[in-house]
């Protein structure tokens, strides 16, 4: 039976519903036929977790993206199997395992092999791409299971949590502190570079906010688009992209004239609002530079 994480299908949109369900059907209809009784993997499937990862598993149906499986075998049955691709001329000899898929729809999209002790070892250390991978993670094979050990990290830890509200917050000051010599000096590629960090920095932090890890940088809008303060954040900063092409943001000025601290300045007061609204009102919030290297 399919497992789906709390953020699985979050980019998905009604229309591709359907799609979608058949999608994920044709997936496990891959796994039982081409992993789990391939020749190479059937003596070690009581052994393999899979599960599907990636922008698939966020609800995105369209012809840019592609299938992400990752295999997760217990430590002992890593090296046998990846030897066994290597003999088989699967894979170079000391490889890890990168194999790829091909659905009848025609997806494509590849599986990998990871040894059940490096995900748990990711997990633990708050690795922030696995945090993302089990809060929104399809589990089609679990005999390890690795649903209970992703419950354990979704929702968050409060200690996590907060140091990831923590960190995105201060490298969002610190990110917009960087523009004010750049725009009293009109210098347009460090305003052009600080800006867009000062950018991807509030998504970031309103998505912790929310309470979730952030995913990579390329679903950050559109993941920030689904949540509420995202969605503020995104509303304080709609006219980003015109800014980015106005000359007169780059022409030299007080700092607290220009466009994008302005809009920092609202952002911010959105997040702080965010924050508070869940009891969060730590000093980081005011003396941000005192906890930068924490």
Not at 235 to 263: G, T, W
């Amino acid at each position: 039976m399919l497992w789906t994480a709390s953020l699985s299908s979050l980019l998905l949109k009604p229309e591709n519903r359907q799609r979608y369900s058949e999608l994920l059907q044709e997936i496990a209809s891959y796994i039982s036929i081409h992993i789990l009784n391939h020749p190479l993997l059937a003596e070690d499937c009581g052994h393999i977790s899979i599960l599907l990862d990636g922008s698939t598993a966020l609800g995105i149906v369209d012809d840019s993206s592609d299938i992400d499986l990752i295999l997760v075998c217990r430590d002992e049955h890593y090296e046998p199997i990846t030897s066994r691709f290597a003999r088989a001329g699967l894979i170079p000899e000391r490889s890890s395992l990168f194999v790829d898929v091909h659905l009848p729809s025609g997806k494509i999209g590849h599986y990998t092999l990871l040894k059940l002790s490096e995900l748990e070892q990711a997990l633990g250390k708050g690795q922030l791409d696995w945090l993302w991978n089990a809060s929104v993670s399809c589990i089609y094979h679990d005999p390890l299971d690795l649903k209970a050990l992703f419950a354990q990290m979704v929702p968050l830890p409060s200690d996590l949590l907060m140091s990831l509200r923590k960190k995105t917050y201060i490298d969002l000051r610190s990110a917009a502190k960087s523009l004010d010599n750049p725009v009293r000096r009109g210098e347009a590629f460090p305003v052009l570079f600080q800006a867009v960090e000062v950018f991807k920095q509030a998504l970031r932090c309103a998505i912790t906010v929310e309470g979730y890890p952030y995913p990579y940088d390329k679903w950050l809008v559109q993941v920030a688009e689904q949540l509420p303060v995202g969605k503020r954040v995104l509303d304080c900063m709609k006219d980003f992209r015109q800014f980015l092409s106005e000359d007169l943001s780059y022409a030299p000025m007080y700092q607290e004239d220009n466009s994008f601290v302005k809009m920092e300045k609202r952002v911010r007061q959105v997040l702080l609002e965010g924050f508070r609204l869940r009891a969060v009102d730590e000093p980081w919030l005011v003396e941000w530079w005192k906890y930068f290297e924490d």
